[in-house]
Every structure is written in structure tokens, then in C-alpha cells.
């Protein structure tokens, strides 16, 4: 079997791409890639991408671009890989920017995860090592 070496790319649908974009920019620190009005690609680090759509702008694609159609509804979940060392310093920094932490969870790993939603609710996790038995 052929080998998958990481995760490059995972994408949020999101209402509107400038306030998402200007959220992950000011929480993370992400930078970005490539901006136009139904797509934002963010740098989180370590060659992986953050693309956030406009929701229902690529649903109806097919000749206009070489991907095939896509789109996602509802709260979609995304999760950050987190240091340990920083789970506390992450929960102060939210506090600190009014974005209320709806659970903090510590999983029988060891592992700890901090949740929260971004502008189109979508559910965000930072989470610590522990959470998976990988890496």
C-alpha cells in the first residue's frame, strides 16, 4: 500500500472569509497564503493549510475550476496540536480576547483539550499530547 506522509490541508465553510481570516490570523497568528472573496488559505505551520471557503461558493464548480465541486454544513469540528506547557497560557490567552472556553477536558492519556467556538460556530480544539495514542 502506498503511504500517506501528513495532513496538508482540511477546510472550513464559513459565511463570511475576511472575518474568518482575520480570527484565525488574530488567535493563531496564521499567515496567509492566498485571499479572495470565496477562499482564504492559512499557514498554520509545519507546510499544513487552513482553507476556509465561502459557504455554498464551491458547491457549483464543475468547468470553473480544476477541483471537483465540495461544500460542508453545520458546526464542524477542527482541532490545533498544542504543547503541554502551553495549555494554560492558551486558556488565559482566550479569556484575554473575550472567546469563551465552553470545555476544558483532560483525557485518561494524559492529554488535555481546551474548546471553543470560531465566528461561524464551528467547534475549535487545542489539544495537547495525550488526547490519541500517536506521536
Known amino acids: 500500500m502506498p503511504t500517506v506522509t501528513g495532513l496538508l490541508e482540511t ?3 464559513v459565511e463570511d472569509v475576511a472575518r474568518s481570516a482575520e480570527f484565525y490570523e488574530a488567535v493563531f497568528g496564521f499567515t496567509r497564503l492566498f485571499a ?3 477562499l482564504c488559505a492559512l499557514h498554520i505551520g509545519g507546510g499544513q493549510v487552513l482553507l476556509l471557503f465561502k459557504r455554498g461558493a464551491s458547491a457549483h464548480t464543475a468547468g470553473q475550476s480544476p477541483v471537483p465541486p465540495h461544500g460542508g454544513r453545520g458546526e464542524l469540528h477542527i482541532a490545533f496540536l498544542i504543547a503541554a506547557s502551553e495549555a494554560e497560557a492558551w486558556d488565559r490567552w482566550l479569556l484575554a480576547r473575550g472567546i469563551a472556553v465552553e ?3 483532560r483525557w485518561r492519556r494524559g ?9 461561524d460556530r464551528h467547534l475549535v480544539e487545542l489539544a495537547t499530547p495525550g488526547v490519541w495514542p500517536v506521536g
Open 103 to 105: 470545555s476544558r477536558q
Open 111 to 119: 492529554g488535555v483539550s481546551l474548546y471553543f467556538r470560531d465566528p
Open 11 to 13: 477546510a472550513l465553510y
Open 36 to 38: 479572495e472573496e470565496r
